[in-house]
Nanobody, 115 residues
């Protein structure tokens, strides 16, 4: 089994920054992909950013140039640095790990951006 624990959410004013962290534990295999999804009220969950074990990244168009995803393979931790936050970034952010055709999710952390 895999456990994912997020931290770092909160309330911030528009234009501000937050950094999310997600620590993975359990049966972690090489070649996985870690990333972040978000879900706003009344909307579907969407990919924000993802990073492979070799550092290849993928971003949603809406966050390109503002968010940066990174990871520490030794610690099985993934980060999301969020800058220039906008009210439309308000959502619950979920950590995700994909490996061996399985998807694992954290419980989510709330990010609220006030205008």
């Amino acid at each position: 089994q895999v456990q994912l624990v997020e931290s770092g959410g909160g309330l911030v004013q528009a234009g501000g920054s937050l950094r999310l962290s997600c620590a993975a534990s359990g049966s972690i295999f090489s070649g996985n992909v870690m990333g972040w999804y978000r879900q706003a009220p009344g909307k579907q969950r969407e990919l924000v950013a993802a990073i492979t074990s070799v550092g290849t990244t993928n971003y949603a168009d809406s966050v390109k140039g503002r968010f940066t995803v990174s990871r520490d393979n030794a610690g099985n931790t993934v980060y999301l640095q969020m800058n220039s936050l906008k009210p439309e970034d308000t959502a619950v952010y979920y950590c995700n790990l994909k490996q061996r055709w399985e998807d694992y999710w954290g419980r989510g952390t709330q990010v609220t951006v006030s205008s």
